[in-house]
């Protein structure tokens, strides 16, 4: 095997495995310049599965709140977050329900545990909420394993980022059954999460890419002009 085939493989497996670093700047940044940015989210095959995360961020307070929101801009869940020294942990998580007569209810969830995206090169880490509905109670968790360092092409243009691999388990507790998922997530440098990859057992792969990401202003306009046009 030649000097340059070697050092290629080698360059090829610290890229994959060997990154040493702090992960903090692949998460979501808190030094965002309007503290409000608006991450699209968008799914090419079937654009009524595209998502925007409206991202609220306090640098003092080092705190992070994402609003989620689907392709019709009705907001689905609430996420809050704080970071501290080893990474952005759950403080608070809030789903939201719609009744017969229109009205939307918070189905505020309760922590477990905690722990979102960590700043060092740990292995496997997990947060788990639970939460009561209308059709019972539940338990969710989301465990997280690191992957390492992979290169991919997200509008045309490439990007070093780290993969993960997300488990969702959801019990519920009333009816005795549980279901889950996985999904393989890409967070780039200075921007966060850029790609995720949803299996879900019996259907075909959820792929959303990061399309653009608007100010607050940008945002509340497509919004108000959705639902002018309902």
């Not at 608006?38 to 409206?54: L, R």
């Not at 939460?131 to 989301?142: A, C, H, L, Q, S």
């Not at 092409?153 to 005795?176: C, G, M, R, S, W």
């Not at 399309?211 to 509340?220: A, C, K, R, V």
């Amino acid at each position: 095997m030649n000097t340059y085939v070697l050092s290629f493989l080698c360059s090829l497996v610290m890229l994959q495995s060997c990154f040493t670093g702090s992960l903090k700047e692949y998460y979501y940044p808190l030094d965002i310049e309007d503290e409000v940015a608006v991450y699209e989210y968008v799914n090419i095959e079937n654009p009524s599965y595209s998502e925007y995360w409206k991202v609220i961020t306090d640098p003092s307070a080092e705190t992070l709140i994402t609003e989620s929101y689907r392709a019709d801009f009705e907001l689905y869940n609430t996420f809050y977050e704080v970071f501290d020294e080893d990474g952005a942990v759950l403080t608070s998580y809030i789903d939201y329900e719609k009744n017969s007569d229109g009205s939307i209810k918070e189905i505020v969830g309760t922590p477990k545990s905690d722990q979102v995206f960590r700043w060092d090169q740990a292995k496997t880490y997990a947060f788990s909420v639970d939460y009561v509905n209308k059709y019972g109670r539940f338990e969710f968790t989301k465990k997280r394993t690191n992957l390492g360092m992979v290169d991919i092409i997200v509008q045309q243009e490439e990007h070093t980022v780290i993969k993960f691999l997300d488990e969702y388990f959801v019990h519920a507790i009333d009816q005795d059954d549980q279901y889950s998922f996985t999904q393989v997530s890409y967070y780039a440098k200075g921007i966060g999460m850029i790609k995720y990859e949803r299996h879900i057992p019996n259907a075909d792969p959820l792929i959303l890419e990061l399309h653009e990401i608007l100010s607050e202003s940008e945002f509340n306009r497509k919004r108000a002009d959705a639902f002018r046009k309902k």
